[in-house]
Structure formats: structure tokens, C-alpha cells
């Protein structure tokens, strides 16, 4: 079975840092994209970026842009979704999930089940 | 970038209804549209890729249609496990942007 399976939920002070992750099973896991996808409480989707496990290539969004850092180790099929210094407002769900392109655009194929990130002093 | 007015943001309608959910795109964007469920506590889920094609398991009323700028996703006889919110999205490649419609929240009348 293909799927994303993503680390469990944090609860974080402003100001620290945090890593999550989320790993491949099933299929070429250096082979597909892995995108990061935030979604805010009673919010929508947005999409953060993505990168391609095989060489580590990185596009973000011009709105998370230097707020985040998305990275990948292809020996243990995970890619990870880091903050240096947590704010309040990075308090979300994040999803990663696969894109694939299905005639002639990308869609989302693979969810992971989501890591809940609190950020609270 | 392109964007996507969906559209209603809220629907209520009764077991059996007919539902139809639409997405306009800022641009012509041929039929690079897919369509998402997403359920209480739970990820999204794609229901429909390239504007009208049917992921495999999904229940056949649900369909999608439109090309160009307007886009619909119709549920043609609602069922109470629909109950969920809709996402459209598009892809655009110079560069690599995802961008999600705003949602549209279905309840059960």
C-alpha cells in the first residue's frame, strides 16, 4: 500500500524550533515530489512547497518563502518540514502528500494523516 | 499567479438533493482542475482529477465538468457520508504553484 505516514503532534513554546517529518512507503519514494500543505484551525488549504527526494531540488511558496524549511533523506524515504523559531500563528495542521501529474497537471494523490503543531507560551 | 474563486463558501441541502459546487479560475487554465473531499479530522482526499475524470472508488455521483475559466463538482443524488468540504485546485508549472479554492462547506438540511 502507498502512503504517507507523518510524526505525531507537538506542542510548542514561541520561539523554539521544531522539525516534523513524513515518510514514503510503498512506492519510488526518490522518484515523486513530496509537497507540505498547511492548513490553519476552521481554515483552507494552502500549499507550502515541494521538493523531489531524488537530488533534495526545493520551490516554495512565495508566501511561506523563508519562514520555513522543507528537506528530504533519501536513504530513509522521509521528508521533513522544519521552523527555526516558532510564532503563534504557525499553529496548524500540516499535511504532506504526493503530486502527481494526471493528464497534463499535478494533483494530490497521497495524504499523510497530518501533524497538528500548537504553538503556545 | 492564477486564482480560484469557489463558490458557494456554505451549502446546506437535503439527502437525495442535487449539489453543485463551482470554481472560477482568474486565467484560462484548459482543464488543469482536480477536486478534493475532505472530511472532519481527516486529509483530503482527490475525488476528481483533470476537471472530469473520476478517481477510482469514488461513487459515481459525484462528476465533474467545465473547461477554460468555470468549473463545476456536482454530487447528482446527496448521501449523508458526503457530508465534508470541497476544494478545487489547479497546477501551474512556470514556476510550481499549487493553489486551492477557498472551500465549500456541505451540511446535511
Known amino acids: 500500500e502507498m502512503q504517507l505516514v507523518q510524526s505525531g503532534a507537538e506542542v510548542k513554546k514561541p520561539g523554539e524550533s521544531l522539525k516534523i517529518s513524513c515518510k514514503g512507503s510503498g512506492y519510488s519514494f526518490t522518484s515523486y515530489w513530496v509537497a507540505w500543505v498547511r492548513q490553519m484551525p476552521g481554515k483552507g488549504l494552502e500549499w507550502m512547497g515541494i521538493i523531489y527526494p531524488g537530488d533534495s531540488d526545493t520551490t516554495y511558496s512565495p508566501s511561506f518563502q523563508g519562514q520555513v524549511t522543507i528537506s528530504a533523506d533519501k536513504s530513509i524515504s522521509t521528508a521533513y518540514l522544519q521552523w527555526s523559531s516558532l510564532k503563534a500563528s504557525d499553529t496548524a495542521m500540516y499535511y504532506c502528500?504526493?503530486?502527481?501529474?494526471?493528464?497534463?497537471?499535478?494533483?494530490?494523490?497521497?495524504w499523510g494523516q497530518g501533524t497538528m503543531v500548537t504553538v503556545s507560551s | 499567479d492564477i486564482q480560484m474563486t469557489q463558490s458557494p463558501s456554505s451549502l446546506s441541502a437535503s439527502v437525495g438533493d442535487r449539489v453543485t459546487i463551482t470554481c472560477q479560475a482568474s486565467q484560462d487554465i484548459t482543464n488543469y482542475v482536480n477536486w478534493y473531499q475532505q472530511k472532519p479530522g481527516k486529509a483530503p482526499k482527490l475525488l476528481i482529477s483533470g476537471a472530469s475524470n473520476l478517481e477510482a472508488g469514488v461513487p459515481s455521483r459525484f462528476s465533474g465538468s467545465g473547461s477554460g475559466t468555470d468549473f463545476t463538482l456536482t454530487i447528482s443524488s446527496l448521501q449523508p457520508e458526503d457530508i465534508a468540504t470541497y476544494y478545487c485546485q489547479q497546477y501551474d508549472n512556470l514556476p510550481p504553484m499549487y493553489t486551492f479554492g477557498q472551500g465549500t462547506k456541505l451540511e446535511i438540511k
Open positions: 502528500a504526493r503530486p502527481i501529474t494526471i493528464f497534463g497537471a499535478d494533483a494530490f494523490d497521497i
